[in-house]
């Protein structure tokens, strides 16, 4: 998605508490599965305004992030300038439902919602080769996911008013397609934004199933409060986390 100048800053301010939460959580996971004192690289799909990879950064981790919208990427760089500048981090334009690897990595991640905005079957296939393409052996891939139930809730209206701005969020469900759409109006810091974001959920069976066929041997589906816990009625959960490698 080729979000605008306004409206990835927009991005950054309303949605940027996800990354902040779910970083910690994430980090202590990983560092119970990786080895001790060894430098461990990340790839972080749909970066955004790069909040996710600033925390993984400052604790060491080796960072490339890919988005599609140049204007995401440019707040990340801010954000990240310090590690720029020393080699541990880089940001790339790229499409994730299927880019050359970048590297070779540990860990690759996708969070909030990251997985959804892909619209067939085809691209999370094509996500999928192109994560286990650059995973070194036993690497790991984890992302969260709305289901059919969290995606309902997902698409919401509401009015949000900032001093430097405002926006107004009009959200839609066509349940029998397992689609929904959040419309996103307003202005922010002087500027006007009109965007839109479209979320799609699959059959976790199929996803799983795609997994598999894209090389992943072992496909647990939890929730990021219990991390790596199977659970036992996923579909009945609105945001899963799922952890292939």
Known sequence: MGYDEAFAA???KYFGDYAENASPVLLRYFASRMPSGKEVALLDLGCGTGRLASRFLDAGYRVTG???SPHMLALAESR???HLALGTARFLQADMTGFPPP?????AVCTYNGMNHLE?????RGCFRSVRACLSPGGLFLFDYHTRKGLKEWAYSES???EEGLVEVTGWFKEEEGRAAMRLQGRY???TFDETLSNRTFPLGEVRVWLKEAGFTRVTLTEMSRLGEPLDDPDEHKRITVIAS
Not at 103 to 107: A, D, H, L, N, S
């Open 10 to 12: 927009v991005y950054d």
């Open 66 to 68: 890919l988005d599609l």
């Open 80 to 82: 990240c300038a310090r």
């Open 103 to 107: 590297g070779t990595f540990e860990v």
């Open 120 to 124: 067939n079957p085809e691209k999370m």
């Open 160 to 162: 949000t008013e900032w």
């Open 189 to 191: 810091q002087g500027r």
